[in-house]
């Protein structure tokens, strides 16, 4: 188990002995998405038929002939059905009564705030799609999208998807070099991204920073750069145009192109346990039933809702709860550019009270803040228009449940904790917030139709107790492969157990009322302010440092941000210690991945625990960095060498 599940568990322990428990309101019962608990009967008896009356529901060019083909780990879902998703995102809407509803009700951290209701989506998404098909951009063809949160990127994403262009969205805190990375595996041909955008008042040059990427993008034909400020840049005659000029030019109306259902939507890219990010593939008719049906049950959307999720459309949240799950559902959503304590801490609170926000997702990490920054913060506003409240990301800790639940909710809106994850493309374990009784810190139970078990490591189901999570039977949202690599799909994922079940790479416990908690990875992945990092990929960040010889990095627990970076560094002989080198090797990681791979800790040491296989013992260091005492050292090559460690660490 890593640190942080040991932890976790320890408060789960003394939790469950605690026993507090949150029914739902029947006032909130009465009128949920989600109110006859027969739901979970009907879609354990026949889930096929549970996602298909989903599917039912949006519009398809062609009707499906069969639900699902599935051989482990292939599926296809929606057999020979034609659908687009962003016809169902937007035209339809505006053929159904909600042409003058408000879509996206943007705020710029500076303050502005533009809202663009279905007709003024529908109207820029075809017009840039058209623009995208005017720079030669086909079916197909995979557009990478670089751009801070603003409407034109949800609009980006539409447009690829109405021309049935692959976008590969890379979110704007990365830096260039991992934006090439990702830009040359899926050999993107396109790429949007904007003169800048801002975070705590701060202009970050995107447009800039990308053209350090494009030196390395030969796949690269043209850019596109919507203009956010008035921020210096440099423009390619040629290569570059600015968005609102091909927007000038381009025909308002464009056809969507009629997708299969399991053509490709997406790719985002993800870490794993290797350097080397995995770029996981969506296809498109069961991504949008499941992201559809999950946020129509699981945040109960109604026309009249303001919905607000944190996300960044850059990670897989943005995705399936700002852009598809959502707006698939004709919803009205809040989108907010920059910092939660920009310019006051109680930013947040303000967009709430200003907008009448109903129902509010947001990550434990930023909860934990908001703890910290005290109560005052969202006292002084009228939060009283929300009806409901959700968690995503990593497991999200009691106190900071109980903090949300009384400080934010006002103890009368319930809260969905959600567990799920970037491969699994949609909610796979929660309360559904009519239904559920919940429990501070526990996804609860799987959405209906989904079947998940807790493992041990040869496949035997635990009833009660902890081990892996797994998920045992397809869903329509699952992932489709890791882009250009099916082995490595086939091997993270779907070899751990004999039967092909789905590994999540977590760890979880189930309690005596069938319960879900969550623990945490328990792979080399940390989870940092709930966005996954490979321990590997830092490592190579390190070591391609000329000072660097060798390093190892592991996860250690912090209060805000769930997990932060400690690396354990060896430098190349006759490097000259200096005291400015420790934030060199900070920036140099920075530069390779982005700041939110910034190491808290480096400490310096000549040599690392190793076995005798040469193999760097990274559970010793992780204890080291916990201030434990570290466990079993017999299968070192050298045992003093965690000891020397250990003091070392004390000392720093
Ligand atoms: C963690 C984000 C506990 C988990 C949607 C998972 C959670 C990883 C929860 C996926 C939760 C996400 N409780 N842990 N409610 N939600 N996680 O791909 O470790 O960025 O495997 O997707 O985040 O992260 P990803």
Excluded at 11 to 20: D, K, N, Q, S, Y
Excluded at 235 to 254: F, I, P, S, T
Excluded at 497 to 509: S, V
């Amino acid at each position: 188990m890593p640190d942080s599940a040991q932890h976790d568990a320890q408060t789960i322990h003394v939790l469950l002995e605690e026993g507090r428990a949150f029914k739902p309101s029947a006032a909130f019962t009465a009128q949920a998405n989600a109110a006859d608990k027969d739901i979970y009967e009907r879609a354990e008896k026949d889930p096929e038929g549970f996602w298909a009356s989903f599917a039912e529901e949006l519009d398809w060019h062609k009707k499906w002939d069969k639900v699902l083909e599935w051989e482990s780990p292939d599926a296809k879902w929606f057999v020979g059905g034609k659908i687009n998703a962003c016809y169902n995102c937007v035209d339809r809407h505006v053929q159904n009564g909600k042409r003058n509803k408000a879509a996206l009700i943007w705020e710029g951290e500076p303050g502005e705030k533009r809202t663009l209701t279905y007709w003024d989506v529908y109207r820029e998404v075809n017009k840039f799609a058209n623009a995208l098909k005017g720079l030669g951009i086909k079916k197909g063809d995979r557009v990478a999208i670089y751009l801070p949160m603003v409407p034109e990127l949800i609009i980006s994403v539409l447009a690829c998807a109405r021309i049935g262009a692959v976008h590969s969205v890379v979110f704007a805190g990365f830096s260039p070099e991992a934006l090439a990375e990702r830009i040359n595996d899926a050999e993107a041909k396109l790429l949007i991204t904007a003169d800048g955008g801002f975070r705590r008042g701060m202009i970050i040059p995107l447009k800039h920073d990308a053209d350090f990427a494009l030196i390395n993008t030969p796949s690269i034909e043209s850019v596109v750069i919507v203009k956010r400020g008035d921020f210096p840049l440099r423009v390619k005659e040629g290569r570059d145009h600015w968005y609102h000029r091909l927007m000038q030019e381009a025909d308002n109306y464009c056809e969507p192109e009629w997708m299969d259902s399991e053509d490709m939507l997406y790719i985002l890219y993800t870490s794993g346990t290797t350097g080397k990010p995995k770029g996981i593939v969506h296809t498109t008719g069961g991504y949008l039933v499941g992201t559809y049906a999950t946020s129509k049950l699981v945040f109960d959307l109604k026309p009249e809702d303001v919905f607000w999720c944190t996300a960044d459309v850059g990670w897989v949240t943005g995705h399936s709860y700002l852009v598809y799950g959502p707006m698939a559902n004709g919803a009205t959503q809040v989108i907010y550019e920059g910092a939660p304590d920009w310019p006051d801490r109680d930013r947040f609170w303000q967009i709430v009270e200003n907008n009448g926000v109903t129902v509010f997702y947001t990550a434990p990490t930023a909860i934990r803040a908001f703890m910290r920054w005290g109560e005052d913060e969202p006292d002084r506003h009228d939060l009283s228009t929300l009806r409901l409240l959700g968690s995503v990301g990593e497991p999200i800790n009691p106190e900071a449940w109980m903090w949300y639940h009384k400080h934010i909710g006002g103890e009368k809106c319930p809260i969905v904790d959600t567990w799920w994850q970037t491969e699994t493309g949609a909610i796979m374990i929660t309360p559904l917030p009519g239904l559920t009784t919940t429990k501070p810190g526990s996804a609860t139970r799987p959405f209906p139709g989904i079947k998940a078990e807790i493992r041990t490591d040869s496949g035997e189901v635990v009833e009660q107790g902890g081990g892996y999570l797994a998920l045992t039977r397809p869903w329509p949202s699952m992932l489709r492969g890791i882009y250009g690599d099916p082995e490595r799909f086939r091997d993270t994922y779907w070899t751990k157990w004999k039967d092909g079940a789905y590994f999540t790479g977590d760890g979880a416990k189930r309690d005596a009322d069938g319960y879900f908690w969550v623990l945490g990875r328990v792979d080399d992945v940390i989870n940092i302010a709930g966005h996954r990092l490979s321990t590997m990929e830092v490592e190579s960040a390190f070591v391609d440092h000329p000072d660097v010889v060798e390093t190892a990095v592991v996860g250690v627990a912090d209060e805000i941000k769930g997990q932060a970076i400690a690396a354990f560094v060896t430098l190349r002989e006759g490097v000259e210690m200096d005291d400015r080198l420790e934030e060199r090797l900070k920036e140099h990681v920075v530069r390779k991945i982005g700041a939110i791979a910034r190491p808290r800790q480096i400490l310096f040491s000549a040599e690392l625990p190793k076995t005798r296989s040469g193999k760097i013992m990274r559970r010793l260091l992780r204890d080291i960095a916990s201030g434990r005492v570290p466990g079993d050292t017999s299968t070192l090559a050298d045992p003093t060498v965690v000891e020397k460690l250990k003091r070392r660490y004390e000392e720093d």
